[in-house]
């Protein structure tokens, strides 16, 4: 499995408090990414990042932001969450080098964020 | 219209039975194709790529359609770890961006 580790697992909060989530690699990929999950929806892009300092943002980006300053790590940040934030998280890499193809993305285990 | 459907399902089958489902995609300039298999509470995880010519791994194949714009998934001898919502999963405007379907729920039983 690829080396992704998503930080904090799980997360109950309260709507108007700020919200860190931290994606962490170890397979040096180039792209990383955030999405959320809710049901009848699939995964959808929140923000993704081409490199260090390059992001951009995804089909549901309102009320997100994120940051990427070093190759392994990639936060996406709620300024003040709401309950419609309340879903599952997860990070996705891809672009290996050595000539692996840059779109097979791999996953992190999720975060699963409440919002009250 | 969203960029890639599929049918929920779900789809319950005894073992050893084949199950196939399809999923449809709207961007006729999408070049790479993909199943995931998502188990429940869980992140999703590569199945298998999608190639032209169609492709085999095992019991599963999938089949590329372009000019109806679908893939399909066959299962064939459905073993009871084979339960899984399985996500048809397509490259967009860029090959790093993908679209995902909301997933087929397969349900083998005993």
């Known amino acids: 499995d690829a080396g992704i580790t998503q930080s904090p697992r799980h997360k109950v909060t309260e709507t108007g408090t700020p919200v860190t989530l931290r994606c962490h690699q170890t397979?040096?990929?180039?792209?990383m990414y955030w999405y959320r999950q809710d049901p009848g929806h699939g995964l959808r892009l929140i923000h993704y990042?081409?490199?260090?300092?390059?992001?951009d943002k995804g089909e549901v980006s309102d009320g997100y932001s994120v940051s990427r300053s070093k190759t392994e790590d990639f936060l996406l940040t709620l300024e003040s969450a709401t309950s419609s934030q309340t879903s599952v998280y997860f990070c996705?890499?891809?672009?290996?080098?050595?000539?692996?193809?840059?779109?097979?993305?791999?996953f992190g285990p999720g975060t699963r964020l409440t919002v009250l | 219209r969203k960029e890639v459907e599929q049918d929920p399902g779900p789809f319950n089958v005894p073992e050893g039975a084949t199950v196939a489902f399809n999923c449809t995609y709207s961007?006729?300039?999408?070049?790479?194709f993909f199943w995931y298999r998502q188990d429940c509470r869980k992140e999703p995880k590569l199945l298998m790529s999608?190639?032209?010519s169609g492709n085999e791994d095992g019991r599963f194949t999938a089949q590329l359609n372009r000019a109806s714009q679908y893939i399909s998934l066959l299962i064939r001898d459905s073993k009871l770890s084979d339960s899984a919502t399985y996500l048809c999963?397509?490259?967009?405007?860029?090959?790093?961006?993908?679209?995902f379907g909301a997933g087929t729920t397969v349900t083998v039983r005993a």
């Open positions: 990042s081409y490199g260090v300092k390059d992001t």
């Open positions: 397979e040096n990929h180039r792209y």
């Open positions: 961007n006729s300039a999408s070049q790479s």
């Open positions: 996705a890499i891809s672009g290996a080098s050595g000539g692996t193809s840059t779109d097979t993305q791999y």
């Open positions: 999963v397509v490259n967009g405007d860029y090959d790093y961006k993908l679209s």
């Open positions: 999608v190639y032209s």
